[in-house]
């Protein structure tokens, strides 16, 4: 087991441009979760999956941030349009939910974003 | 909505000392869990100990241990015998009906040899 594995671990873009981070979860987890992390702050919830399914989408996503996890494994997350304010660090994690989901959650390193 | 509230930004501990995280939250829900996660400079978050509502015993993981009073929806970390390695920022994190963490702004723990 290789843990949550995210590429690619920074990304420097120029404002306008499109970018899409992947993330890989462990191999049995079911459940695959997005935050967004910016310097000196914990991290903010953007989405999460349950195997396939979208279930929950942050207020705090606007429209030109789309995320997909076809198939119930690896997930991408997409950003249209950059903007300076996008610049951060975009965490994801992924948890075994069986009868119950107990938020044991196990994080990637992050995919680092500079937009320019 | 659960709001996860840490008051100290930064605290330092000198090794082999004992430090106090705090932590608050606020909530309407009866069971959820409460965590404190560790993330080390340029590494990833890591779960120290958790601890779940329903439950009065407080949570102890080795040298990490929680002080958990749910009516005054307080839930801090003790840290015995700090080591260099301790050092890192600690979220506290409430996890709810709604299926996901939220988390606090965080405490960024020096330990100084």
């Known amino acids: 087991d290789t843990g949550v594995s995210q590429d690619p671990r920074h990304k420097i873009t120029k404002r306008g441009q499109n970018v899409t981070f992947r993330c890989d979860p462990i191999?049995?987890?079911?459940?695959l979760y997005w935050y967004r992390q910016t310097l000196g702050q914990g991290p903010e919830f953007l989405t999460y999956?349950?195997?396939?399914?979208?279930?929950?989408k942050s207020r705090l996503l606007s429209d030109r941030f789309s995320a997909e996890r076809p198939k119930g494994s690896f997930s991408t997350l997409e950003i249209q349009r950059t903007e300076q304010g996008d610049s951060a660090m975009y965490l994801c994690?992924?948890?075994?939910?069986?009868?119950?989901?107990?938020?044991?959650?196990?994080f990637g390193e992050g995919s680092r974003l500079t937009v320019l | 909505a659960q709001t996860v509230t840490q008051s100290q930004p930064e605290m330092s501990v000198q090794e082999a000392e004992t430090v106090t995280l705090s932590c608050t939250y606020d909530?309407?829900?009866?069971?959820?869990?409460l965590f404190w996660y560790k993330q080390p400079p340029s590494r990833q978050m890591i779960l120290v100990i958790r601890?779940?509502?329903?439950?009065?015993q407080n949570a102890t993981e080795n040298r990490f241990s929680v002080n958990f009073q749910k009516a005054a929806k307080s839930f801090s970390l003790k840290i015995s015998d700090s080591q260099l390695g301790d050092t890192a920022m600690y979220f506290c994190?409430?996890?709810?009906?709604?299926?996901?963490?939220?988390f606090g702004q965080g405490t960024e723990l020096s330990v100084k040899p």
């Open positions: 994690a992924s948890s075994l939910n069986r009868d119950r989901a107990t938020g044991e959650l196990f």
């Open positions: 601890q779940e509502a329903y439950k009065q």
């Open positions: 999956f349950q195997n396939e399914a979208q279930l929950e």
């Open positions: 191999s049995e987890h079911n459940r």
């Open positions: 994190a409430f996890f709810g009906q709604g299926g996901k963490l939220i």
């Open positions: 909530t309407s829900e009866s069971n959820y869990y």
